[in-house]
């Protein structure tokens, strides 16, 4: 929480604040409100979301940044902060041995996943925005310049998503699958 009162603070003081860039409207962002929800109030959905969203997109977003400054830049330094720590809070979640994907996860975030985009998208093209590069692609480069032009990487991005939560849903269904065969006993 001190990051994100220093980050407003941050932007408010270099005259950055602004509804285009500076709503918690970024996956991220609901991210790491899931991470917070979860390690305070441990939940099912909340740790789903964490695990699946965080993990499908915080690496993509720690290898590709849309930075325009680096190193040393505030900004460079609260993304890298910001993203690490939520990435943290992830593998804190998962290697407390409490959490566990629930059956159905995936399509459960596969479904809150286009809730989002189509609510995000609905107001960026009201507004104008980008959240979620829903619009348009960041201006540095991207993993989503390997996607296709707009709208056709929306569809990409939506593959990916879908095989990327089938993958991290995969050691759930391999306990699953081991639990069944040992409740089956030898025959």
């Known amino acids: 929480m ?19 860039y500076s709503l918690p409207l970024e996956l991220c962002s609901l991210v790491l409100a899931a ?7 441990p939940n099912p959905f909340t740790a789903e979301i964490a695990y699946f969203w965080g993990l499908g997109g915080l690496l993509h977003a720690l290898i590709t940044p849309d930075l325009v400054q680096g190193f040393p830049s505030m900004n460079f330094n609260l993304f890298f902060l910001s993203h690490g720590t939520t990435l943290i809070a992830i593998v804190f979640l998962v290697a407390s041995g409490d959490f566990r994907p629930r ?16 609510v995000v998208g609905m107001v960026d093209l009201w507004t104008g925005w980008n959240y979620g590069y829903l619009c348009r692609k960041p201006p540095t480069g991207s993993l989503l310049d390997f996607l296709g032009p707009w709208p056709w990487y929306l569809i990409s991005i939506e593959l990916i998503a879908l095989l990327t939560f089938l993958m991290l849903d995969f050691p759930r269904r391999i306990r699953a699958s081991r639990m069944k065969a040992e409740t089956a006993g030898p025959n």
């Open 35 to 41: 991470c917070i929800a979860s390690l305070f109030r």
């Open 2 to 20: 001190a990051y994100v009162s220093f980050f407003y603070i941050y932007q408010a003081l270099r005259g950055l604040l602004s509804w285009e």
């Open 103 to 118: 059956r159905g996860a995936v399509l459960r975030m596969m479904a809150l996943l286009n809730l989002y985009g189509l």
